[in-house]
Every structure is written in C-alpha cells, then in structure tokens.
C-alpha cells in the first residue's frame, strides 16, 4: 500500500466515522436541549440554568457545527468518483 492509497483510506475511514458519530451527537444534543427547556420547572435544572445563562445557545450553537459538518460529508461522500 502506498501513501497516495493509505491517505485515501484514512480519508474514508474519517468519513464513515463522521456518517455515524454526527446523527448520534445531533439527537444527545436535541434531547439534552429539550431537557433544558422542558426541565426548567425541575430545581435541580433550574439552578444549574442559572448558573449556567448561555448553556441553551452554546448548544444550538454545537447543533449547527454538528449539522453543517454531517452535511459537508454527505456532499463528499456523493461527490466522490
């Protein structure tokens, strides 16, 4: 196997790894919004929400990473010969 072949398979590797991780991440990160929201009237989640004022943005922040990363491998992966 020669460098040119070796890099090609990383390369496919990382993208079928991608393919798997990025949906799993997207519904943990959907659900844990979710909890966010709807667990409010829970003290425990309503105290951790206000000591932590910017968690619910840095989530959907992450949510849209998660999406446009899943999406660039999908366009890879039908771009590809």
Do not use: C, H
Not at 17 to 28: E, S, T, Y
Not at 58 to 77: C, D, K, N
């Amino acid at each position: 196997m020669n460098l040119s072949e070796f890099i090609q398979q990383l390369f496919n590797d990382i993208r079928d790894a991608a393919q798997i991780i990025a949906p799993i991440a997207a519904v943990i990160g959907f659900l844990g919004l979710g909890i966010m929201y709807m667990g409010s009237s829970w003290p425990l989640i309503s105290d951790w929400k206000k000591d932590n004022p910017k968690a619910a943005n840095q989530v959907v922040v992450g949510l849209l990473f998660v999406i446009f990363a899943s999406s660039v491998t999908t366009l890879v992966t039908f771009g590809a010969p």
